[in-house]
């Protein structure tokens, strides 16, 4: 049974159907990566060629983006999806044509590269929803609405690399690719026919100008800090937890400890949505941040696995709650004929900061074995808890826009 705060925001009109078609369409992306490392290790074995293809879809996603949010503010979701949903049909079914076909590297990575840029980022499309459904006297209700969302995407990519590993373990990735597209297409496409709850393009041109340089506001900057952040942090703590599993002589431990991590962000993320907090935004994002770097201090001094899983689980409990307040912030911050493009460049710090921190911390780790990789990710969250205090001012709500309270 869902507790009567998410009852209630599922029985406003559309929002079930809307959310429900996003996570579908999320289980795809989070199959694609992985099902990408499957699919070309099986038929080049070369785990080096699978990292390069997929590396290209991962940057193009990360910097493709923000452009095609753009394109959705500018024009509207149900104008801009289905083109961009078509290219990414038409990339993965070429992918997997020259993957069957024997092809160069370069060529699978050219491949990799259009599908990744041409993928839709459903969960900010999702949240921009949540925001035009509950703007104005129901603005109370968009924390609840973003742990929701926080939810769907724990479950996405918890399923996700589930239903794929399975395709590639029983001898099918090219199955397990071609799902994950068309959960991608689906629920994009399910997601475009809704046009009641879509929210509006902006109409003029003098509007998009105003609504662009909310993007600059020192606000929004902070949040997107706080975001490359949390990116180094998980890039960081995906190396460092497997490193410390292979330091104590058993690897197979790391998976236990991913887990902890993973049931317990989606417990917190339940909860958090299940009150109304009175605190600021603001304050409970210096307050959650805090909250992390101090439960991330004991990570390079832990030698034991139960009290490693103790430490990962603290530290993935914190994490919903930071990223909840993060959209409800970004709402707040920037004009919403730029929201969805300003979801999706938040997401593209995220993974930015991974991508830095997977490199990093995987020097640091051969150096100082696991205790560097922790040090990292301690740095990452010790940054944003400055970030989130020093922009405590620049976080206020914008002129027009009413405070949230939550």
């Known amino acids: 049974m869902l507790p009567a705060t998410y009852r209630h925001l599922l029985r406003t009109p559309g929002a079930a159907a809307f959310f429900l078609t996003a996570v579908a369409g999320r289980v795809g992306i989070a199959m694609t990566s992985l099902g990408l490392v499957w699919l070309i290790h099986s038929r080049t074995g070369s785990y080096a060629v699978a990292g390069l293809v997929t590396g290209g879809f991962a940057v193009a996603e990360a910097l493709a983006g923000p452009q095609l949010g753009r394109l959705i503010d500018r024009f509207g979701q149900a104008r801009v999806l289905p083109p961009a949903l078509l290219a990414h049909a038409t990339a993965v079914a070429v992918l997997l044509t020259l993957v069957a076909s024997g092809s160069p590297a370069w060529l699978l990575t050219a491949a990799g590269v259009a599908a990744g840029a041409s993928v ?28 929701l969302e926080s939810l769907g995407n724990g479950f996405a990519y918890l399923a996700g690399p ?6 590639g373990a029983s001898g099918h ?21 809704q046009r009641r709850t879509a929210p509006p393009p902006a109409s003029e041109a003098t509007e ?16 997107a800090g706080v975001n490359l952040a949390i990116g180094v942090f998980f890039g960081a703590m995906q190396v460092s ?3 410390f ?3 104590h002589g058993f690897p197979a431990a790391a998976a236990p400890l991913y887990a902890a991590s993973s049931c317990g962000e989606l417990l917190s993320g339940w909860l958090y949505g299940t009150r109304r907090w009175r605190a600021a935004p603001r304050v409970q994002l210096a307050v959650g941040t805090s909250v ?8 390079p001094v832990t030698d034991s696995f139960p009290a490693m899983g103790v430490a990962v689980t603290l530290t993935g409990m914190t994490i919903p709650p930071i990223l909840v307040i993060t959209g409800v912030l970004t709402q707040a911050a920037v004009h919403r004929y730029v929201l969805t493009q300003a979801f999706t460049w938040l997401n593209s710090a995220s993974a930015a900061g991974s991508a830095i921190a997977a490199a990093a911390s995987g020097r640091a780790v051969d150096t100082f074995g696991a205790a560097g990789g922790f040090t990292i990710a301690c740095a990452a969250t010790i940054t944003m808890t400055v970030l989130a205090v020093a922009g405590l001012h620049a976080l206020r709500p914008s002129p027009g826009k009413p405070a949230i309270d939550t």
């Open 120 to 147: 839709p980022q459903l969960g900010a499309l999702s949240g921009a929803r949540w925001a035009a459904l509950l703007g104005g006297g129901r603005s109370a209700e968009l924390p609840t609405a973003f742990a």
């Open 162 to 167: 589930v239903l794929v590993s399975v395709a």
């Open 173 to 193: 990735p090219a199955f397990g690719s071609a799902l994950a597209a068309a959960l991608v297409v689906g629920g994009g496409l399910a997601l475009a026919a």
């Open 208 to 223: 998009r100008r105003q609504a662009g340089r909310s993007l600059l506001r020192p606000g929004f900057a902070v949040l």
């Open 241 to 243: 937890v497997a490193a």
């Open 245 to 247: 599993a292979v330091e």
């Open 292 to 299: 992390l770097a101090v439960c991330c201090l004991s990570l």
